[in-house]
């Protein structure tokens, strides 16, 4: 059964960082472009950063650049996002998802073939 799971969730307080993990089971992530997406409580939902297979290029969304970082161990078949220097604009349910590269496209969820169940992160004093 194919599957990514999400963890690293909580809460933290603005300014501190979490690390969120993405582990596949079921298949390999070796070949898949991972992308990381959230979505607020009314809000639609909005691409974070992606990184691709075998030439690991990345890509990140202005609000997160400089803050979040992506990485992957595809000897682990997992990829994190790691969250630095957190805002409360940064409160969202976080997903990770698979699928081809897609360049320019990236940020575009429908392109993704398999999805998580998501994780929680809520950045409040």
């Known amino acids: 059964q194919v599957q990514l799971v999400e963890s690293g969730g909580g809460l933290v307080q603005p300014g501190g960082s979490l690390r969120l993990s993405c582990a596949a089971s079921g298949f390999t992530l070796d070949y898949y472009t991972i992308g990381w997406f959230r979505q607020a409580p009314g809000k639609e939902r909005e691409a974070v950063s992606c990184?691709?297979?075998?030439?690991?290029?990345?890509n990140y969304a202005d609000s997160v650049k400089g803050r979040f970082t992506i990485s992957r161990d595809d000897a682990k078949n997992t990829v994190y996002l790691q969250m630095n220097s957190l805002k409360p604009e940064d409160t969202a349910v976080y997903y990770c998802?698979?699928?081809?590269?897609?360049?320019?496209?990236?940020?575009?969820?429908?392109?993704?073939?398999?999805w998580g169940q998501g994780t929680q992160v809520t950045v409040s004093s």
């Open positions: 998802a698979a699928g081809g590269y897609y360049a320019s496209s990236w940020y575009i969820g429908d392109l993704y073939d398999y």
């Open positions: 990184i691709s297979s075998s030439d690991y290029k990345i």
